[in-house]
């Protein structure tokens, strides 16, 4: 069934190590600015949900409260906090539109934020940990590692992919040069993104940095409303699906790690939902927190057979001028990853393409988008198809 619920406003900020000192900061960015953006003032809407991961980011927690703090006019509106590790925002962004849907919201303010260049490196990654089941993956020191040990198990079972993983970093962080708000905005090539340097060390062999997300500061916000706000609005983008799918915590505690099961259920039946198949859709922003990531997902998809997803790169079909293009926007590799936003600003980025107004990134025409976002090792997973309404 097509959702009652339409996106008609958002704001998003750059990413990247952001001046602004705290999420309350990068919240105020994007909260008033999105409302404007849907036409609205604060009496309009009625719900907020707040999407931050935080795990050891920060000392301040009671996120959802933050959102009036940094925006007065916003302090009375009833305000929840998601998480759901790297799919935190998608979290944010599903509550809302059941709110909307059930009819007891009209129009709810979505925002998704995260402050993660405060804290070293070590810190950082003591967080990210928390996103595996520390009981069993700990000792792999590092997420990185975990998907460098999906990396690993892929080249035992299908044959050396650094080339396949290169191509898909190099094809970021082309696009990414296109998006003003990216974190990096440099065209590396594949032949650097294949090559182990001192400039492109190995992090958790065989993953390079060049196969690893940018660890970022940012924020995105979004509004969605019922169809009596929604007609209103300028423009809007509806749900024709969606899907959420779980699968177990440890990869070890599933039949086949290398299947990605739960981004496959969730992404299939966001697609039945819509009644759709991938030939119908114009656009994929997906969730390339890892370059093998982005490979397992487009197996699990049904882009590719299994142990074959190297060869939609090399055909090309995932380029801009491709039969698919994926992650137009530099994908979490190259345009960034501050954990909560990262849900919102994928919407935020399919909806820019949608409705034309997504400047030097704008593809020649995008009628569907999908969305697919998740959190920890393919644990948490949420599909998004999307369309134009006006």
């Known amino acids: 069934m097509t959702s009652s619920a339409q996106m008609i406003g958002w704001a998003h900020t750059a990413f990247?190590?952001?001046?602004?000192p705290d999420v309350e900061t990068l919240m105020s960015e994007v909260a008033g600015a999105a409302v404007a953006d849907a036409g609205?003032?604060?009496?309009?809407?009625?719900f907020i949900t707040v999407g931050v991961f935080n795990a050891g980011f920060s000392r301040q927690t009671f996120d959802a409260a933050l959102v009036g703090a940094a925006t007065p006019e916003l302090a009375g509106i009833a305000a929840v906090r998601t998480e759901n590790a790297c799919a935190t925002g998608s979290a944010a962004l599903f509550t809302a539109l059941d709110a909307v849907e059930s009819g007891r919201v009209r129009a709810a303010l979505v925002i998704g934020a995260e402050k993660m260049t405060a804290i070293s490196g070590g810190e950082i990654s003591a967080a990210l940990l928390g996103g595996c089941h520390r009981r069993t993956e700990e000792s792999y020191g590092s997420f990185a590692a975990i998907f460098a040990e999906l990396a690993r198990r892929y080249a035992e079972r299908y044959g050396d992919q650094r080339l396949a993983l290169a191509q898909i970093a190099a094809?970021?962080?082309?696009?990414?040069?296109?998006?003003p708000l990216a974190h990096v905005r440099k065209d590396l090539g594949v032949e650097f993104c294949a090559t182990e340097s001192d400039r492109?060390?190995?992090v958790a062999p065989p993953l390079l940095r060049t196969d690893c997300s940018m660890v970022s500061d940012g924020a995105a916000a979004l509004v969605v409303a019922g169809p009596d706000v929604a007609r209103r609005a300028r423009r809007s983008v509806s749900w024709l699906g969606r899907g959420q799918a779980n699968d177990a915590m440890a990869i070890d505690g599933r039949r086949d790690a290398l299947a990605f099961d739960g981004p496959r259920r969730a992404f299939r039946a966001a697609l039945a939902e819509a009644g759709l198949d991938l030939s119908d859709l114009d656009l994929l922003e997906t969730h390339d927190c890892f370059t093998q990531a982005e490979l397992l997902q487009y197996e699990a998809f049904g882009l590719a057979e299994p142990g074959k997803g190297g060869t939609i790169l090399a055909e090309g079909v995932t380029e801009r001028d491709g039969a698919l293009p994926v992650n137009v926007s530099g994908g979490l590799k190259a345009k960034g990853h501050?954990?909560?936003a990262t849900g919102v600003s994928q919407h935020v980025m399919a909806a820019m393409q949608l409705?034309?107004?997504?400047?030097d990134?704008?593809?020649?025409?995008v009628d569907r988008a999908a969305v697919f976002n998740m959190g920890g090792a393919a644990v948490a997973n949420y599909a998004s198809v999307l369309e134009v309404t006006r």
């Open 361 to 365: 990134m704008q593809l020649p025409r």
């Open 171 to 179: 094809k970021n962080h082309r696009n990414a040069m296109r998006n």
């Open 16 to 20: 990247g190590r952001s001046s602004a």
């Open 200 to 202: 492109n060390p190995a």
């Open 40 to 46: 609205l003032d604060a009496r309009d809407i009625d």
């Open 355 to 359: 409705v034309g107004e997504a400047g």
């Open 338 to 340: 501050p954990i909560g």
